[in-house]
């Protein structure tokens, strides 16, 4: 169900950004105040809130999880830190 759900997720994503390039594709070719532009932002919208309601449900369901930043406590080696940096 999670793999399903990722599969639709990266899905909806790339229809919105072919919708944001069909978007500015008409916005700079069409000369005269062609409908086809707006039609393409609208359904980017629309995609937008679905794909952030489905979001919302995975969540409340627990198919999704949320995740921190994993913040590591010890630098890499041969990093400095900001005291060991401003040493001559």
Same mark, same amino acid.
């Given at each position: 169900?999670?793999? $399903? $759900?990722?599969?639709?997720?990266?899905?909806?994503?790339?229809?919105?950004?072919?919708?944001?390039? *069909?978007?500015?594709?008409? $916005?700079?070719?069409?000369?005269?105040? *062609?409908?086809?532009?707006?039609?393409?932002?609208?359904?980017?919208?629309?995609? *937008?809130?679905?794909? @952030?309601?489905?979001?919302?449900?995975? @969540?409340?369901?627990?198919?999704?999880?949320?995740?921190?930043?994993?913040? %590591?406590? %010890?630098?890499?080696?041969?990093?400095?830190?900001?005291?060991?940096? %401003?040493?001559?």
């Amino acid at each position: 169900m999670v793999y $399903l $759900l990722k599969i639709v997720i990266v899905l909806i994503l790339l229809i919105i950004i072919g919708s944001l390039g *069909s978007g500015l594709f008409f $916005l700079l070719k069409d000369k005269e105040r *062609s409908p086809r532009a707006i039609k393409a932002l609208t359904l980017r919208i629309g995609l *937008s809130l679905a794909l @952030f309601v489905l979001l919302l449900i995975a @969540f409340e369901r627990g198919w999704i999880q949320p995740h921190g930043l994993r913040l %590591n406590s %010890n630098p890499p080696l041969g990093a400095t830190t900001s005291a060991e940096g %401003n040493l001559p």
